[in-house]
């Protein structure tokens, strides 16, 4: 599968919510929109009054059919990018962005799924849960996420409706005690020919990797995107 991608356009902020703390959903009316496939992303690049310019990663949240493209920024203390985003930004306002890029981490909306993910790399899961809401397909997915407490897991409320097995390290969540994700808790989740799509920090990601391929996924099964401190900003928020 070839997925789409778009080059540098102008998009306008028609609106924006903060569900959560220290974060922001930015709803994006893209100029000459290409449509995305979920699990891709979107550059984000601003340009101070001297030509410095600073520029970051964010998955869209968004199924290819909403009319806007949503970009979940979690803000940083240091970011460049993502204070403005949080803090500055207005609806209104205009913004430089790229995309859609990439073209691994994303899903036909076709075929089985397990999507695993952890705190803000939940959002290109979003996208695919989303997408297979409207085509009456939530069927070919399987999803678990994790995150310390259920008030700082993003979408947690699509995710639960879902059906999303929630992980939280910090509290319980229903019979399950705080305790990060365990192979127990994807086996029930794991069924012959699916894909796995993991997201999360570089920590996250590796283990729930390891979770999976001990599970008996074939490691070219797997598909991972992940953050780290080296580069808290770049992929998949």
């Given at each position: 599968?070839?997925?789409?991608?778009?080059?540098?356009?102008?998009?306008?902020?028609?609106g924006l919510r903060r569900p959560i703390a220290r974060s922001v959903e930015l709803r994006l009316d893209v100029h000459d929109r290409v449509d995305h496939l979920p699990g891709q992303h979107y550059v984000v690049r601003l340009t101070a009054e001297d030509g410095y310019t600073a520029q970051r990663s964010y998955s869209v949240a968004s199924a290819p059919g909403d009319p806007l493209v949503e970009l979940f920024v979690e803000r940083l203390d240091d970011g460049e990018v993502s204070t403005y985003l949080a803090d500055v930004v207005e609806p209104g306002d205009e913004l430089e962005v790229r995309g859609p890029i990439g073209g691994w981490f994303v899903w036909d909306g076709a075929t089985p799924a397990l999507l695993v993910g952890g705190g803000s790399g939940v959002v290109p899961l979003v996208a695919m849960v989303r997408h297979a809401r409207a085509l009456g397909r939530l069927d070919l997915l399987r999803v678990a996420v994790s995150a310390r407490t259920l008030a700082e897991l993003p979408y947690a409320d699509e995710l639960v409706e879902a059906g999303a097995l929630i992980a939280l390290t910090r509290e319980a969540h229903g019979i399950r005690p705080a305790a990060r994700l365990t192979d127990m808790d994807l086996l029930p989740l794991w069924e012959p020919g699916q894909t796995a799509y993991v997201c999360g920090s570089a920590g996250f990601a590796e283990s729930a990797?390891?979770?999976?391929?001990?599970?008996?996924?074939?490691?070219?099964?797997?598909?991972?995107?992940?953050?780290?401190?080296?580069?808290l900003e770049l992929p998949k928020r």
């Open positions: 599968m070839t997925a789409p991608a778009g080059g540098w356009r102008t998009a306008t902020v028609a990797s390891q979770l999976l391929v001990g599970l008996g996924l074939p490691p070219a099964s797997v598909r991972v995107e992940r953050f780290g401190p080296s580069a």
